[in-house]
């Protein structure tokens, strides 16, 4: 699924600069020396690795586009012209459910969470992106117009694709980027779009990279994932907001796992048995949506790699509801 993602980004990121380089030298200026705070040009500039880059200012070179007008969905491309005039390095961020100006978390899915994802591509098809860690880095919209997209961002990279290696880390963003095509400014996300979900585990603060989030007639689930950890919340439906009990009782799940882990292998695998406890409180309950905190003490499974209690405190989610019925 990640990996759809990053590919749709690059896809579409090089078609708008292979359509540039068939067309004519108008329609973006030079670049005009913004710092990312109004939409008077085309500008992307960054340092890579402690080294500066900066991108082309030819027709096409730096774009955006809209592509999910409902949810604020958008591609923001920047590529750097060789002497050869062939592409080089390219950067390509990928965002969903902006809404306007604010500062947005990269190394989430864009899908389910607010915020999305960042990629390094080289001139050879070395890719890095960021990973699903949650908190990869920043992008802070500093405007938004149906004419340009404009602001900073910062994250680090890990080899994806291509022969890529170790990591990228890109510091001291700067972007003022035209769109390549019609856009619609949403002026709210619908209510069931977007969400969020953090808590500290073991004293180590952890953000979810993808949550899903639902009810049924029976109960309410809440999942968050990370390349790190995986948590699972399932209660029976609560009636309205409140403080429920958290456990793995018949009816209930209150489990935690590295993702990658296969028990017994993995240190952080696997947590969550029948005499866990734990609490959730929610201060908004409706059918699309569900706010409030948690927090719960898991013990090891036996037979895992897991050892001692993690303990979850500070845990907070605002998160959009699928439902059935």
């Known amino acids: 699924m990640r990996t759809n993602r990053i590919v749709l980004a690059m896809s579409v990121g090089g078609a708008l600069f292979i359509g540039a380089c068939g067309g004519g030298d108008g329609g973006m200026g030079p670049d005009d020396g913004n710092d990312g705070d109004n939409t008077g040009g085309s500008r992307m500039t960054a340092t890579i690795d402690g080294q500066a880059w900066t991108a082309s200012t030819g027709t096409g070179l730096i774009s955006a586009v809209q592509f999910a007008p409902l949810t604020g969905g958008y591609i923001i491309f920047g590529t750097e012209a060789q002497a050869t005039g062939q592409p080089g390095t390219a950067l390509t961020f990928t965002i969903n459910d902006i809404v306007g100006p604010g500062t947005y978390t990269l190394g989430v899915d864009g899908v389910s969470v607010i915020g999305g994802f960042a990629a390094v591509t080289t001139a050879s098809g070395a890719t890095w992106t960021t990973p699903l860690s949650g908190a990869a880095g920043t992008i802070t919209i500093t405007a938004l117009t149906t004419a340009h997209i404009t602001g900073t961002f910062e994250f680090t990279a890990t080899a994806a694709s291509g022969g890529a290696s170790g990591a990228r880390a890109v510091t001291k963003g700067v972007f003022d980027a035209p769109f390549a095509n019609t856009v619609t400014l949403p002026a709210a996300l ?52 409140g403080t429920y009990a958290l456990s793995n009782q018949p009816g209930s799940i209150l489990l935690a796992w590295d993702p990658s882990a296969v028990a017994p292998a993995g240190a952080r695998c696997c947590w969550g048995v029948q005499s866990d406890v734990g609490s959730i409180t929610f201060t908004t309950l409706t059918v699309t949506r569900a706010k409030g905190t948690f927090s719960a003490t898991l013990s090891p499974q036996p037979g895992t790699a897991a050892s001692g209690q993690l303990v979850i405190t500070n845990g907070v989610f605002d998160v959009g509801l699928f439902h059935n019925p």
Do not use: C, E, Y
């Open 190 to 241: 619908p209510d069931s779009v977007g969400s969020r979900m953090t808590a500290t585990l073991g004293g180590t603060g952890w953000n979810a990279a993808i949550v899903a989030a639902g009810t049924t007639a029976t109960h309410f689930s809440l999942t968050g994932i990370n390349a790190m950890q995986t948590l699972v919340l399932t209660i029976p439906k609560p009636a309205t907001a």
